[in-house]
């Protein structure tokens, strides 16, 4: 018999971005101000301003550190663009941009007033409860075991602890959960283990860049946390020890030069798979840029020994195509990116992923597609493409000469596939696309198509996004269908959840959201393009508006929602903020959910939070009981 809980609790992991770096304070220059703000205006303000969305906006550099726009600007995304600047003109862009001079002497100043229950010699001993981008290998998204929170108990729910991540405008990470410790990485490249007691750091890890997506764990027998499984933006995979967090080996998984990792990696028995997209896909807009010439790529390592062991690529090597009306030599097939998740078929030993439109001329026959690959070498055993004939890069979207002739539609599939079963037992394969469209696939006859169902209007910030949810009867489905210029979204648009019957595709219900947004400086949008998760009677999504939300799952109705989107006080006095929340959702366990919020990289509002506590009601700040410490700008 489970005794009574006296409180649920929501525990809610918002990123923000405050300097934990001391820079000097001189006194106001204006010349270096000046000289600032007219290199910001010659080099990057055509695409901060308005002219590229998935560029950050102006308004979110407020809350960048100097140092992280002049390392962008010298080696990071903007390195290309920093190309034509002088080392003081950079400098003088982040002071201008950020009012905070950069000191090459940094001094840190981050301190942790939060202290783990974890005892620094603790062995892990509890299974975990979530595990990767989907909770277990089917990416179903569904927490089958949660037996405490359900749809008459939801609204008690009230939060329990935040914690914010330094250096950091926006979170690409997805917890990963046991009872005792939530792994969780950073847009700064840490890796956290976090006591879930308090929310603080148990220990920590670098990886050399950005973490996107979710960690995997490599377990016991008992399901208790080995190793932990992952890759960074910078296209290298690790293998990390789940108790001490001593790296075990890391792996450089693609040559490209804009290769990276934004999917989440899964592992199979000894081996892992890791899914490789790239930015060159952004690059392309640059009239001078020779496009295209990455290929996709799932790439498979033994996990005991780090030894890569085998690789496939979604396009043959690009070859020298036409030349642009700039004069420039272009390349293809290329793109074709693996965006998400992979997913494991253990029965018919087979891995399917998803794949996004070719970058260049001609599209070929695995962009915009599943893909079902042999888990033992690799091969491709067959392809169901869902989109011909799509080729597009950022090129498109600001009229430079490299986009390609077809010019979109930009449908690829960013939403990890779903292998589940109907209540008739029949597996399905079910895909989520940009185009607003949801598939069901049989993985028993070559990816056949099933059944196709249109769920909203579609477009390049889609559709559906990042990954829907089933519980076995109903499939639900978050839609942004977030307005943009793209000529090919059809019909009215959905923004909101929706469940659809899992053997037919029929729609069951629809939630369409209501409007929140206040006036903001920032993109603003009810629309849900962050991946969906359901237990057995409730429906979890996070908006691009901020709101995190509960559904009845029967029949759509809003249950509980709380609004991430607002400033917090924390016990060291310092604000902070939550903001949109675009890409992971929510994990559930044991009367818990985790949520990470905050976003800055398509004109969306970043994340600013450092608290913990166990209520969201109007409690004073001496109730906060666990902060990190960062100095302020």
């Known amino acids: 018999m489970r005794p009574k809980i006296a409180r649920l609790s929501i525990t809610a992991i918002l990123l923000f971005f405050t300097p934990i770096f001391a820079f000097s304070q001189d006194v106001l220059n204006e010349a270096e101000l000046s000289d600032g703000e007219t290199q910001y205006q010659l080099v990057c303000a055509e695409c901060h301003e308005g002219a590229l969305l998935e560029a950050p906006q102006r308004a979110a550099f407020e809350l960048y550190t100097p140092r992280r726009i002049v390392e962008a600007l010298e080696f990071g995304s903007m390195a290309t663009s920093g190309m034509s600047l002088t080392r003081g003109q950079k400098r ?33 001993s509890q299974p975990v409860a979530w595990n990767g981008w989907g909770g277990e290998s089917g990416n179903t998204r569904h927490q089958a075991s949660e037996s405490i929170l359900n749809k008459n108990n939801v609204g008690q729910l009230e939060l329990k602890w935040a914690f914010a991540f330094p250096e950091a405008t926006r979170s690409r990470s997805q917890p990963v959960v046991t009872p005792e410790v939530t792994f969780i990485g950073s847009q700064e490249g840490t890796i956290y283990a976090l006591d879930n007691t308090s929310g603080c750091p148990w220990w920590t890890f670098s990886a050399d860049a950005e973490v996107r997506g979710a960690i995997y764990v ?14 960074d933006f910078a296209a290298s995979a690790y293998a990390v020890n789940a108790q001490t967090g001593e ?10 030069p804009q290769a990276t990792i934004t999917g989440s990696v899964i592992a ?4 892992l798979i890791v899914p490789v997209s790239s930015l060159e896909v952004l690059l392309a807009a640059r009239v001078g840029y020779p496009c295209c010439s990455f290929r996709g790529a799932l790439v498979a390592f033994s996990i005991s020994s780090g030894e890569e062991l085998w690789r496939t690529y979604t396009t043959d090597e690009p070859r020298p195509t036409i030349v642009s009306t700039a004069g420039i030599q272009q390349f293809g097939p290329s793109g074709a990116p693996i965006w998400s998740s992979p997913t494991i078929d253990a029965e018919r030993n087979l891995v399917y992923v998803g794949t996004g439109e070719n970058y260049s001329s001609p599209a070929n026959d695995y962009s915009d597609a599943v893909l079902a ?40 599939i960013g939403a990890s596939p779903i292998l589940a079963r109907d209540e008739s037992g029949r597996e399905l394969i079910l895909v989520g696309q940009k185009s607003g469209m949801v598939y069901a696939l049989d993985p028993a006859n070559n990816g056949e198509l099933v059944w196709e169902q249109r769920a909203g209007s579609g477009g390049t910030m889609g559709g559906i996004h990042y990954g829907m949810s ?22 009215p648009g959905h923004p909101g959840i ?9 729609v069951l219900w629809r939630n369409d959201l209501p409007d929140k947004c206040e006036e903001s400086r920032f993109l603003c949008w009810q629309g849900i393009s962050a991946a969906v998760s359901s237990t057995a009677d409730l429906v979890f999504a996070g908006g691009l508006d901020g709101i995190l939300r509960a559904f009845d799952a029967n029949n759509g109705a809003t249950l509980w929602e709380t609004n991430t989107r607002q400033s917090f006080g924390t016990r060291n006095g310092i604000e902070a903020r939550g903001g949109s929340i675009e890409s992971d959702g ?16 398509w004109a969306e509002a970043p994340g600013m939070c450092c608290w913990s506590t166990r209520s969201m009601a109007n409690r004073p700040v001496s109730t906060y009981r666990c902060a990190m410490h960062f100095s302020q700008s």
């Not at 941009?97 to 981050?110: C, M, V, W």
């Not at 199979?268 to 081996?271: C, F, I």
């Not at 044991?590 to 800055?600: A, D, H, R």
């Open 498 to 506: 929706h469940a659809l019957n899992l053997s037919t595709g029929e």
């Open 247 to 256: 790296l075990i080996w890391k792996r450089e998984v693609h040559d490209h």
């Open 586 to 601: 929510p994990v559930i366990m044991n009367g818990q959910v985790f949520i990470t919020s905050g976003y800055e990289k």
């Open 470 to 491: 089933t519980n076995g009867e109903k499939l639900f489905v978050g839609v942004s269908d977030l307005p943009t210029n793209n000529p090919y979204n059809v019909g």
């Open 92 to 124: 003088n862009v982040a002071y201008y941009l950020t009012g905070e001079r950069f000191d090459e002497a940094r001094t840190e100043s981050i301190s942790f007033n939060c202290e783990s229950s974890l005892d620094s010699s603790l062995t892990l």
């Open 218 to 231: 490599d377990t016991n027998d008992q399901g208790v946390p080995e190793t932990l499984l992952f890759g």
């Open 373 to 412: 690959m042999d888990m033992s070498n690799g091969r491709i055993i067959w392809a169901s493409q869902l989109t011909k004939d799509d080729a597009w890069n950022g090129a498109c979207s600001r009229g430079t000469p490299n986009c390609p002739e077809e010019d979109g539609p930009d449908y690829d």
């Open 268 to 271: 199979h028995e000894d081996t």
